[in-house]
């Protein structure tokens, strides 16, 4: 499973951006790529037309008739994935990410269900139940039986916040 974080062009300068720690951690199995409403990432597109991608985000706000709802249990679902996709953005730029993007409207969605709140006080207006870029990699990371690498991200996310 590779993670792709559809990053807004916003976060790009967010010194509060926790999606580079993941990118920072694991290079080899997460890319970037920039949203752009007009000029969809043509290899983004093409990994939705040939592969097995998931788009993680709550149900409650999804259209899509595919959800999966991740809990300690969840291995097995997410080897359904070959890429998950990651909205690394604010929560109101995430809705409007998937409101003006059709081809991430049809995608089967993951929720991650977390056993703790977020750590992740660096930002205000957070959704209830939300996590930032970081917590969603450790958490699918830990999902996938990864639990080193979901240590190490959350290790990194801990010192990210307290400097």
């Known amino acids: 499973m590779k993670f792709i974080l559809l990053t807004h062009q916003r976060e790009l300068l967010r010194p509060t951006n926790s999606g580079k720690l993941a990118l920072d951690l ?4 997460s890319c970037l790529m920039v949203w752009d409403r007009v000029k969809p990432n043509a290899d983004l597109l093409s990994y939705i037309e040939t592969s097995h991608v998931g788009l993680v985000y709550p149900a409650e706000h999804s259209n899509s008739s595919k959800h999966i709802v991740l809990t300690e249990m969840s291995h ?9 996709i990651i909205l690394d953005s604010t929560w109101q730029e995430a809705r409007k990410m998937v409101n003006k993007s059709p081809y991430l409207q049809g995608l089967p ?22 996590l930032c870029t970081a917590e969603c990699v450790a958490m ?24």
């Open 76 to 84: 097995a679902q997410l080897q359904l994935f070959e890429y998950v």
């Open 140 to 163: 699918l990371l830990k999902y996938n039986n990864q639990i080193q690498q979901s240590s190490d991200v959350l290790n990194s996310l801990h010192q990210f916040i307290v400097k």
């Open 26 to 29: 694991l290079p080899e199995q």
């Open 109 to 130: 969605t993951i929720e991650i269900n977390c056993e703790y709140d977020s750590t992740f006080d660096l930002r205000r207006n957070q959704i209830e139940g939300g």
